[in-house]
C-alpha cells in the first residue's frame, strides 16, 4: 500500500514537473488514444527570449513530436496554439513536423496565432478558430542588423516564398489572397498586413471551421473512429 502510494506521489510530480517545463500533463508515455501539445507565447529558436517572455522552445516540442510519431497508442495529437510568433525558422520547422506526422493532427487556435504562428494553425489535417480568437499575417520581418544590399532582400525574398508555399499547401487559401492580406496598408497601424478575427480566417479558407475544445477533440476522434473502421473493413474481406 505505501509502494503504491509512493509511486503516485512520484508520478504526480512528474506530471506537474511536465506541465510547467513543456505544457504538457503527459509525453506520450500513457495508453492514451490523444496526444495534447501547446504551443504560447514566443516561439524561441536558437537565441534565448527575455527571462520575462512566455515561449515555447523549440527543442521541447521536437522531442514530444518524435515520442508521439513512435509510439503506437497514439492514434490523434491535437495542437493548442496562442502564440505571437517568433522565431521564423523554429516555427517553420515545428509546422513542417507536425505537418509529416502520421498520426491525425487537429490545431485549435485560441487567442491567437500571429505571424510564425500562421502556418503552425494550418500544419494540421484540420484546423479550428474560436470565434474571439486572431490571426495577424504580415510580410516577414528581421531584428538586428541588416545589411542594405541586394542579396539581403534575395534572402527575405527566399524566407517569404518558403513560409508563403507552406501555408497555400496546408490550407486552402490562394496564393493571391494571401499576399493581398499580408500586404494590406488599411488595417495595422505603422505596419503592413491584416488581422483576421474568427469566422474571418475561416472565410478566407485561412481555417477550416470556427469551433472551441469540445469540436476540436470531436473532429479528431471521429477521424480515428473512421480510420479503425476503414482498418476493420480491410481485415473482413
Do not use: W
Request: proline content about 3%.
Amino acid at each position: 500500500m505505501e509502494n503504491k502510494k509512493n509511486k503516485d506521489e512520484s508520478k504526480n510530480k512528474e506530471m506537474i514537473e511536465d506541465i510547467k517545463q513543456l505544457g504538457t500533463p503527459n509525453l506520450g508515455l500513457d495508453n492514451k488514444e490523444i496526444q495534447c501539445i501547446t504551443i504560447i507565447g514566443e516561439i524561441e529558436g536558437h537565441m534565448m527570449s527575455a527571462p520575462q517572455k512566455k515561449t515555447t522552445k523549440y527543442e521541447h516540442i521536437i522531442p514530444q513530436l518524435y515520442a508521439i510519431e513512435e509510439n503506437p497508442n497514439i492514434k490523434g495529437v491535437l495542437v493548442i496554439l496562442n502564440t505571437v510568433g517568433g522565431d521564423v525558422e523554429a516555427g517553420l520547422a515545428i509546422s513542417e513536423l507536425i505537418n509529416s506526422l502520421s498520426k491525425h493532427t487537429v490545431t485549435l487556435v485560441l487567442g491567437g496565432s500571429h505571424s510564425i504562428g500562421v502556418p503552425l494553425a494550418t500544419s494540421g489535417d484540420y484546423s479550428f478558430i474560436a470565434p474571439t480568437a486572431t490571426m495577424t499575417i504580415h510580410p516577414i520581418r528581421m531584428n538586428g542588423l541588416v545589411i542594405g544590399v541586394s542579396e539581403t532582400f534575395e534572402y527575405f525574398r527566399k524566407m517569404q516564398q518558403r513560409i508563403t508555399d507552406f501555408i497555400t499547401r496546408t490550407s486552402d487559401i490562394d496564393k493571391e489572397n494571401l499576399n493581398k492580406l499580408m500586404n494590406s496598408r488599411d488595417e495595422l497601424v505603422n505596419d503592413v498586413g491584416s488581422v483576421l478575427i474568427g469566422k474571418e480566417a475561416v472565410e478566407y479558407d485561412l481555417i477550416n471551421e470556427v469551433g472551441g475544445l469540445k469540436e476540436a477533440i470531436q473532429h479528431l476522434k471521429n477521424l480515428i473512429s473512421d480510420e479503425k473502421s476503414d482498418e476493420n473493413s480491410q481485415e473482413n474481406k
